[in-house]
């Protein structure tokens, strides 16, 4: 606990605007609010530098596509018909969907594991392949509202908690202990909107 205070008290100051605006997002997306898009705008702008200043340029490249995705998710959320009369109401997807998902993202994480095992020193090629590779799709289901994005999150969080603690990176790791807790929060808020949302469809 002394070691991630020490951290965390002698983090800059734009690495803890990025860290207080990536949970603002988060907190913000559980509550359906449209401005956790602006908050994940000014945290991946940040991280961007940041990774790329310190030669992390995947990691750099992945903030580009959050930044595009957080543009296009404050469009989704903002424009959701022609007329901009219809908000974007929290939607369900079949199991059958989220399994074909699911298979499809696990093909592809095993290739991308397979290709950073053979030609770079990466550690856990396939399970950090697979937590990327997971949470680029998961972001869009976040712009689409989808209701199960909160459950590849809890996942994905809980994965990423375990590779960052086999790093001794426990700031980390202890940050995304707070996701998983908000990712199980977004869940229940989502879907008790969504089942009410439902109930008022079906009563008119």
Not at 68 to 78: I, K, S
Request: contains cysteine; glycine residues 2%.
């Amino acid at each position: 606990m002394t070691e991630i205070w020490q951290y965390f008290t002698g983090m800059p100051f734009w690495e803890w605007l990025a860290v207080i605006s990536a949970l603002l997002y988060v907190i913000l997306a559980a509550q359906e609010n449209i401005w956790c898009w602006p908050a994940a705008l000014v945290s991946t702008v940040i991280y961007t530098v940041i990774f790329y200043d310190v030669y992390l340029w995947m990691d750099s490249v992945l903030q580009v596509y959050y930044c595009a995705m957080a543009l296009y998710g404050w469009y989704c959320w903002q424009n959701f018909s022609e007329t901009k009369q219809q908000a974007l109401k929290i939607q369900s997807w079949s199991w059958q969907t989220h399994l074909f998902i699911v298979t499809a993202l696990s093909v592809i994480s095993l290739i991308v594991g397979e290709l950073m095992a053979r030609f770079t020193p990466t550690d856990f090629p396939y399970l950090d392949s697979a937590t990327t590779v997971f949470a680029v799709f998961s972001t869009y289901l976040v712009t689409k509202k989808v209701v199960e994005n909160w459950l590849y999150w809890i996942v994905i969080d809980a994965v990423s908690i375990y590779l960052y603690l086999a790093k001794d990176l426990q700031a980390t790791a202890a940050l995304f202990v707070i996701y998983v807790v908000i990712a199980i929060y977004g869940y229940i808020q989502w879907i008790t909107r969504y089942h009410r949302n439902n109930a008022i469809l079906q009563a008119n």
